[in-house]
């Protein structure tokens, strides 16, 4: 019998720990010891699962007969075949026939919900975001990084956090330096590369970035507003097995949508890139941060990704620009918007009512063990994860453009994860800061930001900005109101 991993499936050993992924499903599993062990025996290539077993594990585990570690290997690859992570049979051809190729005809697995549960027959109390992300934090681990491969962009969106001075004297990494980076990503043990700019797609070489880190075996999402996207690229996208192509389409009316990014038949061009790639099989995410100007579209967008398979989400919070101004936030909606906002999300977006629903209570965890989680990081910024920009500055997260915590251009990434002050500083930051949320009675329905508070209190990212609060309470009542009229 063969075995070998799906062309979805991604696997990282570090230490004792082994993870897998499968990008279509959102599915992953984290294990240890003898897990990891079995986990290190698969690859791309089919193997015999009895050969397997004879010169890889054998030699392990000298003091256990054949037999016994044959049948928990062939038990381990069975549950793993069921969660799609890898396929077995008598050929290569059989693998192939077995391995699932993404199709919008098959339904979009990839992009119907985030789960973050362990898929497995097995009790386990943990989510693998927060075990990795607590073991990320013990002895961190980059595992993702996001490259803006450009500065320059062909919109000027009233919203967005990257000032547009930046945007005017943009310019692009060179290919060379790009390709080096994501060989240290590699022998780091990294695993996703997001591709951004700027516009990435503004990049000459961003083809060629992208088949390279196929061919590092890197798990690859693309962050675009595609309205420089080109023909002839939609078929490499989809050939190069891209985990996600994300694009921000803000309303439904072409006017709202050419208003928000400032460009005249902007609409027109990101929804027909859009359709071509569904057309070609390319999984795609819609974003539609929801402001004033399109406060009473994101339904519309909703039912629009929905007619075509695909997910649409939207962020209501906007960010303050990274240089400290505020100026954008005018176009931030208020809480009475808000509200109207959060009515249509719980009443007509599946997804977002799922989530929550899913969503336990942090108080229920605070209660179980309140000084683990003072302990545990807000979030993977600096602690799993890194920005890099064109000039080769280096941020923890991509909104974070004020706090440059090393330039690759000056040091290695491996030295800057390793060795930068100011990342150090961020990993020591934990929920125990924020005594005053801990105790707040609508800490259950927040999502606190440390770069939000960073760009909008100028550069104090322990300062709670007002707003903030004010929709975690609008989240709590309202989630409250419809859990008693039982649509939650």
Same mark, same amino acid.
Not at 186 to 202: I, K, R
């Given at each position: 019998?063969? $075995?070998?991993?799906?062309?979805?499936?991604?696997?990282?050993?570090?230490?004792? &720990?082994?993870?897998?992924?499968?990008?279509?499903?959102?599915?992953?599993?984290?294990?240890?010891?003898?897990?990891?062990?079995?986990?290190?025996?698969?690859?791309?290539?089919? =193997?015999?699962?009895?050969? /397997?077993?004879?010169?890889?594990?054998?030699?392990?585990?000298? !003091?256990?007969?054949?037999?016994?570690?044959?049948? *928990?290997?062939?038990?381990?690859?069975?549950?793993?075949?069921? #969660?799609?992570?890898?396929?077995?049979?008598?050929?290569? !051809?059989?693998? +192939?026939?077995?391995?699932?190729?993404?199709?919008?005809?098959?339904?979009?697995?990839?992009?119907?919900?985030?789960?973050?549960?362990?898929?497995?027959?097995?009790?386990?109390?943990?989510?693998?975001? *927060?075990?990795?992300?607590? @073991?990320?934090?013990?002895?961190?681990?980059?595992? @993702?990084?996001?490259?803006?491969?450009?500065?320059?962009?062909?919109?000027?969106?009233?919203?967005?956090?990257?000032?547009?001075?930046?945007?005017?004297?943009?310019?692009?990494?060179?290919?060379?330096?790009?390709? @080096?980076?994501? !060989?240290?990503?590699?022998?780091?043990?990294?695993?996703?590369?997001?591709?951004?700019?700027?516009?990435?797609?503004?990049?000459?070489?961003?083809?060629?970035?992208?088949?390279?880190?196929?061919?590092?075996?890197?798990?690859?999402?693309?962050?675009?507003?595609?309205?420089?996207?080109?023909?002839? =690229? $939609?078929?490499?996208?989809?050939?190069?097995?891209?985990?996600?192509?994300?694009?921000?389409?803000?309303?439904?009316?072409?006017?709202?949508? +050419?208003? /928000?990014?400032?460009?005249?038949?902007?609409?027109?061009?990101?929804?027909?890139?859009?359709?071509?790639?569904?057309?070609? #099989?390319?999984?795609?995410?819609?974003? %539609?941060?929801?402001?004033?100007? #399109?406060?009473?579209?994101?339904?519309?967008?909703?039912?629009?990704?929905?007619?075509? #398979?695909?997910?649409? =989400?939207?962020?209501?919070?906007?960010?303050? =620009?990274?240089?400290?101004?505020?100026?954008?936030?005018?176009?931030?909606?208020?809480?009475?918007?808000?509200?109207?906002?959060?009515? *249509?999300?719980?009443?007509?977006?599946?997804?977002?009512?799922?989530?929550?629903?899913?969503?336990?209570?942090?108080?229920?965890?605070?209660?179980?063990?309140?000084?683990?989680?003072?302990?545990?990081?807000? %979030?993977?910024?600096?602690?799993?994860? /890194?920005? /890099?920009?064109?000039?080769?500055?280096?941020?923890?997260?991509?909104?974070?453009?004020?706090?440059?915590?090393?330039?690759?251009?000056?040091?290695?990434?491996?030295?800057?994860?390793?060795?930068?002050?100011?990342?150090?500083?961020?990993?020591?930051?934990?929920?125990? +800061?924020?005594?005053?949320?801990?105790? %707040?009675?609508?800490?259950?329905?927040?999502?606190?930001?440390?770069?939000?508070?960073?760009?909008?209190?100028?550069? !104090?990212?322990?300062?709670?900005?007002? &707003?903030?609060?004010?929709?975690?309470?609008?989240?709590?009542?309202?989630?409250?109101?419809?859990?008693?009229?039982?649509?939650?």
């Amino acid at each position: 019998m063969l $075995v070998r991993q799906t062309k979805n499936t991604f696997i990282r050993l570090k230490g004792e &720990h082994g993870y897998v992924m499968n990008q279509m499903t959102r599915w992953d599993r984290s294990y240890n010891e003898t897990g990891s062990d079995y986990l290190a025996t698969l690859s791309r290539i089919p =193997q015999n699962i009895e050969e /397997i077993v004879r010169k890889k594990l054998l030699p392990l585990y000298q !003091d256990v007969e054949f037999e016994e570690i044959y049948e *928990d290997y062939k038990e381990f690859i069975t549950n793993l075949e069921k #969660n799609l992570f890898v396929v077995t049979g008598e050929t290569s !051809d059989e693998l +192939d026939s077995k391995d699932p190729e993404f199709s919008y005809a098959l339904g979009n697995m990839k992009t119907q919900t985030d789960d973050y549960t362990q898929h497995t027959e097995e009790f386990v109390s943990e989510t693998t975001q *927060d075990l990795n992300l607590e @073991s990320s934090q013990r002895e961190p681990h980059l595992m @993702s990084i996001q490259f803006e491969l450009t500065s320059r962009c062909n919109e000027r969106c009233i919203h967005c956090y990257i000032p547009n001075g930046k945007k005017n004297a943009g310019k692009d990494m060179p290919i060379e330096k790009v390709k @080096s980076l994501i !060989d240290e990503f590699a022998e780091m043990g990294g695993l996703h590369v997001t591709l951004s700019g700027g516009e990435a797609f503004l990049h000459p070489k961003l083809i060629e970035t992208m088949n390279y880190c196929r061919e590092k075996d890197m798990q690859i999402s693309i962050l675009s507003n595609l309205i420089a996207l080109k023909e002839d =690229q $939609v078929k490499a996208i989809h050939d190069a097995n891209v985990s996600i192509v994300q694009v921000s389409l803000y309303s439904m009316i072409p006017e709202h949508h +050419d208003m /928000i990014t400032t460009v005249k038949g902007s609409f027109a061009k990101t929804k027909a890139a859009i359709e071509k790639l569904v057309a070609a #099989n390319v999984p795609v995410q819609i974003s %539609c941060p929801v402001m004033k100007a #399109n406060k009473s579209d994101y339904k519309d967008v909703l039912k629009y990704a929905q007619s075509l #398979n695909i997910k649409a =989400q939207t962020d209501y919070i906007m960010m303050a =620009q990274a240089d400290f101004d505020t100026q954008n936030l005018a176009n931030r909606i208020d809480l009475e918007e808000t509200e109207a906002l959060l009515r *249509d999300l719980i009443e007509f977006d599946i997804d977002y009512r799922e989530v929550t629903l899913k969503q336990s209570p942090k108080s229920e965890e605070i209660k179980f063990d309140i000084e683990r989680y003072k302990k545990q990081p807000l %979030c993977g910024a600096g602690i799993n994860d /890194i920005y /890099i920009t064109d000039n080769g500055d280096v941020y923890p997260c991509a909104g974070w453009q004020a706090f440059v915590i090393g330039n690759v251009y000056n040091n290695s990434l491996k030295d800057i994860w390793e060795n930068s002050e100011k990342i150090k500083q961020i990993r020591g930051i934990t929920q125990g +800061d924020f005594p005053q949320c801990i105790e %707040c009675e609508a800490r259950d329905y927040c999502s606190m930001c440390l770069v939000r508070n960073f760009n909008e209190s100028g550069g !104090d990212m322990f300062k709670l900005p007002k &707003h903030f609060c004010d929709v975690a309470f609008l989240n709590k009542r309202l989630v409250e109101e419809y859990q008693v009229k039982g649509l939650l």
